[in-house]
């Protein structure tokens, strides 16, 4: 008969207790700045082959708006208000109604459980994200306002101001699609809300607002595009006011910071479901 030791009894009094192994720990999230460049080049990469003939739709839908409005707008503050409404579009198409369809469907397929499971803060996934398609807006946006200035006989001097424009209306209008498609029930509701939101930059930021009703005005104040669209439109008088300019980008700002805490809050909402 085999005797067993004592000591390896596993209640005995002189069993000995095996130190506790201490679970790996895991590596350290990432931080935001690292990991908002990753994600904004992976983004960049991947869409850029399926959002480029998209950007091409953007282009053309502004430069024919223009082309419709030039027999109907005189020249003056209506045409500045057409071709900076124009130029905005081109964001409003990529920034708010691609993103929204983006966020919308990576929420169906479950792409965001491949984003819970990476080290990455929710706040870089939005950012890098909308930045990605925010970046698109560029070469459609300048294109479409060189050509609005030449069709209505514009000065072009001050087209440096989109440098603050696209990104400033893009984060804006970017921070709200993604809302809207990480918050929508279904893909199709959020491809609704885009839709919607770009035919509220259409309406609101194209046409001229001194011919809009005070009802409607005010609908135009509460789109975040608008002040972008102004703030683009004031340079092109002889003597811009600037401090108008940099208020309606300051605008834009805020509701850019806000809109994008918004879209970040509802990442982490979904992404937990």
Known sequence: MSVVPAEVLPGSALAVEEPV??????GPRARLWPALAAVYRAQLSRARVARIPLLFVATFQSVGIMILMRGVVDGGGEAQAVVAGSAVLVVAFVALNLLAQYFGQLRASGGLDHYATLPVPPAAVVLGAAGAYASFTVPGTVVTAVF??????LPIAHLWVLIAVIPLAGAALAGLGAACGLLAPRPELATLLGQLGMSAALLLGVLPADRMPEAVRFLRDLLPSTYGVDAFARTFGPHPDWALVLGD????GVVGVVSLAVATWAYRRAAVR
């Not at 192994?21 to 895991?26: F, I, M, Q, T």
């Not at 609005?148 to 006989?153: H, I």
């Not at 980008?249 to 834009?252: E, P, R």
């Open 21 to 26: 192994r201490e679970a790996a720990e895991l």
């Open 148 to 153: 609005g200035c030449v069709l209505f006989g």
């Open 249 to 252: 980008l300051a605008v834009c």
